[in-house]
């Protein structure tokens, strides 16, 4: 079967330490050269979105930059599909930001955006950015914003400045009835209001969820209920790599016992469809 994996960062830039330790995962594990991190997925018969967003508690360089993936995908088109593009979402340059999103569309390798609200601070309903939406929207390519609990600053005083109430999956909602013609991919179940979140994918047909950042079984359930069921033509695999392994997260799939059916949608035709792949 073919794989899309829509949510994976780079192995090679930008990692965090306490993400790592948070996952359990040892970095040496990881493929760190561009020609082993473009093999780990070919090899696996699945191709990748990459995410061009730096997260804010990495200051070592270099950094994951649009520049960078777009690279990436260009040399190993074998193994990575397109690129969510990343804006900064902190300048008060709204014009600007404007500029550089229509600049980024009309790249084709560019199949969307990606926002991490907690990390960059800001909530999507805010109405400074409805114009941003307004010229995305009319791109007509999907938008993909983090939801619910992240692992940046995870377990720090504070949360290294981090807060979780920007990625409530409810101010989607609002930017979902705002913006009816906008493709929104609402990232992770969204926990701990993973129920705020089916509601909102379950009532907003331009909301889709993606599966990143657990193994099949691991998934809320609830959440593993509504995907095998009514939301099974709107949920997109996704790992979240290199935070979860794809071999693990494909064999978790396995043993779920999905339908054939159900289980070529989220792992294959949902996202080449909303991805337009
Ligand atoms: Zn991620």
Redesign the pocket.
Known sequence: MQIIDV?V?PSTRGLDPDAYAYFRRELKDLPTTEETFAQYFSSRQAKALL?AWHPSTVNEEPRVTNKYVLALVKKYPEAFAGVLGSLDMSSDNSDGRIRRAEELGKNPLVKGFKFHPPDQGFYPNDKKYYSLWETLAALGKPLMF?TGFTVLGAGAEGGKGIGLDYGRPIHLDTVARDFPRMKIVA??PGWPWQEELLGVVTHKKNVYVDT??YLAEQLPELFLKTIRGRLQDKALFGT?FP?VDLGKALESYDRLGLKENAKEKILFANARALFEL
């Open positions: 949510h960062h995410i983090h990232a992770h990143s950042g979240d935070y």
